[in-house]
């Protein structure tokens, strides 16, 4: 039984900084790409920011420069530095993994977690 668990969400003055983890269990093949997305109130679920394979990490134009995201030691970690927040960060921020490469689409993620709410006021 696969399980993405997010945590670190919270409310935070804008210019703030938060640190989301997720962790995935039920999985035993380090070869996935893993990711953050969000979905904000009326919009629809959006990239944020993923990692390869080979470890590469990408990320959406609203949020680079801002956002670091990176796999923890274990492979099956994956981390969410957000730095100079903005009310417009506002989400729910998801963890999601396929395996393999990291698609363009987010339906082709496999697997996603329940989600951590972020506020910036």
């Known amino acids: 039984h696969v399980q993405l668990v997010e945590s670190g969400g919270g409310s935070v003055q804008m210019g703030g900084s938060l640190r989301l983890s997720c962790v995935v269990s039920g999985i035993a093949d380090s070869r996935y790409c893993m990711g953050w997305f969000r979905r904000a109130p009326g919009k629809e679920r959006e990239k944020v920011a993923n990692v390869d394979i080979e470890g590469r990490s990408r990320y959406s134009d609203s949020v680079k420069g801002r956002f670091t995201v990176s796999r923890g030691s274990a492979w099956n970690t994956l981390s969410l530095e957000m730095t100079s927040l903005k009310p417009e960060d506002t989400a729910t921020y998801y963890c999601?993994?396929?395996?393999?490469?990291?698609?363009?689409?987010?339906?082709?993620?496999?697997?996603w977690g329940q989600g951590t709410q972020v506020t910036v006021s």
């Open positions: 999601g993994a396929v395996q393999a490469y990291c698609p363009y689409k987010l339906r082709d993620y496999t697997y």
